[in-house]
């Protein structure tokens, strides 16, 4: 069965440091992985993907996420964190053919000043 | 471009009272997704459309649960009777065909059932 873990509920960090958000993840062939923001009272919103090719993916608002087949991970980066980069991060991962997208529980990001 | 819409965006209801979400994808996108977020939990899909025809609804409690998605674009989802546990936030999203497609989530409805 798919399965995708986040082992960190929150991750502390100061503004101008770099971050990064763990995932590793379960899926049968090959996987097809997503990172989504979520700002309180909206819906998720969507930062990138990877799909094959290149091992380092980039997505909105100056993320980047790297992808590791051997440790099957996902790690969310960005060289600069901002305040306003404070939200849960979901990690989610999907399969070819029609798989359903399995999400992670989340991991809350908070950027101090 | 217009995002996903979804209403109510609250909704307060009794325990075995009935109750209906509505959503409207984005444009030209076929395949249309439910889900439920309850509180400190990542998104559970609870079925997904393609066009007007269900792709997966295997985590779907077909006792209490319905959905529908007529002429293959706006769907509705009801909970009757409604349970306790069923507070949660009902997110609706829509893709382009395919799993390699990124998702667009509408803003939810938060859902409290008494």
């Known amino acids: 069965a798919q399965s995708v873990a986040q082992p960190e509920d929150q991750v502390n960090v100061a503004e101008g440091n770099p971050l990064t958000v763990k995932c590793t993840y379960s899926v049968s062939g090959n996987p097809y992985l997503f990172w989504y923001v979520q700002y309180p009272n909206r819906g998720l919103q969507f930062l990138l993907k990877y799909i094959t090719g290149d091992n380092l993916v980039k997505g909105s608002y100056g993320f980047e996420a790297e992808f590791n087949k051997s440790q099957t991970s996902f790690l969310l980066k960005k060289p600069s964190a901002l305040v306003s980069d404070s939200a849960l991060y979901f990690c989610a991962a999907g399969g070819t053919g029609f798989q359903k997208l399995v999400f992670g529980t989340g991991t809350r990001l908070l950027v101090s000043p | 471009e217009a995002g996903v819409a979804q209403s109510p965006r609250y909704k307060i209801i009794e325990k075995r009272q009935s109750v209906a979400f509505w959503c409207n994808p984005i444009s030209g996108h076929a395949t249309l997704y439910w889900y439920q977020q309850i509180l400190g939990q990542g998104p559970k899909l609870l079925i997904q459309?393609?066009?007007?025809?269900?792709?997966?609804d295997s985590q779907l409690p077909k006792d209490r649960f319905s959905a529908e998605r007529l002429k293959g674009v706006d769907s509705t989802l009801k909970i009757q009777p409604a349970k306790l546990e069923d507070s949660a936030v009902y997110l609706c999203?829509?893709?382009?065909?395919?799993?390699?497609?990124?998702?667009?989530f509408g803003p939810g409805t938060r859902l409290t059932v008494t």
């Open positions: 999203a829509s893709s382009f065909s395919g799993p390699s497609y990124e998702q667009y």
């Open positions: 459309f393609q066009n007007n025809g269900v792709v997966d």
